[in-house]
Structures are given as structure tokens and as C-alpha cells.
């Protein structure tokens, strides 16, 4: 009988890990922090693991997203931004450096604050361009005097509605990501600690946001930087980031 080696079973092993699928066990409303906007609370489960999803529901038709720059990068939480601005929710935005200066292409309300960068890491680009959002490749974005909001972060998580071939399956930590189903439908979600192959195959269980499946997912900051908030009728959701962060993604009503 042939050995295995530990190297090889680790492979194995990390491999399995990314293939597993979740299942959605439960789905609680946490409120609304605006018209046809909504916050849910997701349980989901796979071989004796579990994880929980929150998200800010929201259709491109009612709301639009800003890319907001922190008034003090390194001295703000998104909730005070966020409340700030004039959002009702958001989450935080992209990665950046030590200084607090942002990593890869960051326009907000039309300014662009840091241009655009090449690196594997930088694989997606989420856009703003008049009223429509997008979800698009590096390498197919093009820059332009339309484009009002932009935030370029990675990886891509889903792509065509299947989870990203080759994600890592191993590093666990909290995560940040948008999504939608190519129809006007988006979610802000935060996840708990999961690798970033789980989260793909979290955003492609079924069932997971109602009706309408995810297509398209990027994945933003994450780890200490993980963070959501939303204003509601009662007490507002917050999941505040435990470290601070240089921008935010922000909804508002149109």
C-alpha cells in the first residue's frame, strides 16, 4: 500500500475543505434600514461546521453605494462615517497600507484618491458609473469620467454564479464582501471566520439570499477590518470592525 505523505494529506485535506458545500439552516430579519432595503442573518452549516452571514440586502433601483473616504483615516469607525455621510448601512471598504494610504484604484463621489494598481491580489474592481454597479475584472475595467464610485479589492469569489477555482482554503478570518445576481439585486454581507474558499461557496449555497442567486461576489477587506452597519426602525445592526480602516462602502437612497 502506497504511504501518504503529511504534505500530500494536507493537500488533501485542503482540498476537501474547498470542495464542501453549505447549507443554509436558518434565516432571521434583524430589520430594514429603508424602503425595500433589508438586514438578514443567515446560519449556515457544512461537516460539522458552521458559520453565520449577515448582509445588507438592497435593490440597485432604490439605493446607490458611495465609496467613502475616512475625514481621519486610522481615527473613525464605519458607523460614524457611515452615519455621517448620510447612509443608512455600509460595510468597510478596501485594503490599504500601514500609513492608511489605500492599496489599488479608490474614486469617491468622482475623485479619484489613489489610481489604479496591478497585482494578483487586485483582481476585481466594484464601480459606480451614473446609476449602474458593477462588479468587473481588473483587466476588463475601464477607467472613465463616468465612473463616480470605485473600489479595487480581491479576489473574486464568484464569478458567472460558481464559486472561483483555486481560492485559499485554509487561512480562517472574518470577511467583507459585495455581491449580486447581475439583475439589480446586491448584498453587503459579513462573514464569520471562514477561509476565502469557504466564502465563495457560501455566497453559491442555495437559498441564501431568498430568490435570487448570487453571480458575481468580490471580496473586500477582511479580518480586523471586517465591519457592518445599518440604521433601522429600532435598534440599528452593528458589527463594528475591531480595527480602523482608511474607506467604506455606504448605501444610501436614491
Known sequence: MKQ?????LALVFSAAVASASWKVGGSTALGSPGNSAEVREVQ?????????LTA????????????????????????QVLQAAGCVAGVNGGYFHDDYRPVGLMVSDGKEVHAFEKARLLSGVLAVRGNRIEIVRSGA????????QALQCGPMLVESGAPVAGLNAERIARRTVVATDGRGHWALAYITSVSLADAARIL????LFGDWPVKTALNLDGGSSSGLWAASAGKPVSLPEFGTVRNYLGIEPR
Open 4 to 8: 501518504i505523505t503529511l504534505p500530500l
Open 44 to 52: 449556515l452549516s457544512t461537516e460539522g461546521r458552521s458559520a453565520r
Open 56 to 79: 445588507i440586502v438592497f435593490p440597485e433601483k432604490s439605493f446607490a453605494l458611495r465609496v467613502l473616504d475616512s475625514p481621519s483615516p486610522g481615527g473613525t469607525k464605519a458607523a
Open 141 to 148: 475595467f475601464k477607467p472613465g469620467r463616468d465612473v463616480r
Open 204 to 207: 453559491t449555497a442555495p437559498g
